[in-house]
């Protein structure tokens, strides 16, 4: 199995992978609008991560990539799946059936509170000043960039069930980061792994769909299917794996701090093809979110060139 890398490589990929994982997801959000309506969010979630482990076992078996993997490895990974590819996103998919996209994606900024918790309870992880401080102004920034939409939920049942599906997912795909960041400080290879995992949670998805009686129906109008291989190949393969690599050499709460940086690109994305239309306050969230970002990177660099 692969081991943990070297202190020096850490220092010049981490910046390299918090921005590729940042920038990709931040377009998912409006791409899953694409995924709803003929088929069940459940189903979709279940196509989706059925094709992106397909294709990272077979690029971890032309790469020569060992598969092979202790028991006690795939019950790890059939956790990680359940939670931060399974459940974490029928919820997102369940969110986005009541709430824009862009609201789902503020929501979603308050995971870099959860895994700073979570790092600290279970690992010790102590958060340092200039980590609260960078993630309390990046939440901040993130509500003052969609304010309108927030104020929204009031008084809206529909907007309500919502806002609890995104909650529900914050926490469990939080469990997730933090199972993650356990599971591969073993050494575990994150490509591997990460292929497994998100067969596992393909499967326990579409047990479950089977177990309700939903349909496991399948939209072959390009927009669907276009958008299913966009978030199955980006937002699943390329970004997964760059994320869980960056969990495994910084940890879940410094890079869970991409949560609130992911709602800037999407905001960018909707200003491209939803007409979002830029306020002052909208202005002064981007400058509160990249000044976030910067606290908390300066503080990943100390912290890396301590003895």
Known sequence: MASAPAPARTATSAPVLFLLSSAIWGTTWLVIKFQLGVVAPEVSVAWRFALAS?????????????????????????????????????????????????????????????????????????????????????????????????????????????????????????????????????????????????????????????ARGLPLAFDARAPYVLSLLYLALLGSVVAFVAYLTLLQRIGAGRAGYSAAVIPVVAMLASTAFEGYRWTVSAVAGLGLVLAGTVLVLRAKARAAAAP
């Open 54 to 210: 397909l294709l990272l076992l077979g690029w971890s078996a032309a790469r020569g990539l060992s598969l092979r993997f202790r028991a006690a490895d795939h019950l790890g990974f059939a956790l990680l799946g359940l939670l931060l590819f399974g459940l974490n996103y029928v919820f997102v998919y369940l969110a986005e059936l009541h709430l824009t996209s862009g609201l789902v994606a503020v929501l979603f900024a308050f995971l870099v509170f959860w895994n700073l918790l979570g790092a600290r309870l279970f690992f010790g992880t102590p958060a340092p000043p200039a980590v609260l401080g960078g993630a309390v102004l990046g939440v901040l920034g993130v509500g003052l960039l969609f304010w309108p939409e927030v104020a929204a939920v009031r008084g809206d049942a529909s907007l309500g069930l919502g806002v609890v599906y995104a909650v529900a997912g914050t926490v469990v795909a939080s469990a997730g980061n933090l199972w993650s960041q356990r599971l591969f400080a073993r050494g575990v290879a994150v490509i591997p792994g990460t292929a497994w995992s998100m067969g596992y949670a393909s499967l326990g998805v579409l047990a479950w769909c089977a």
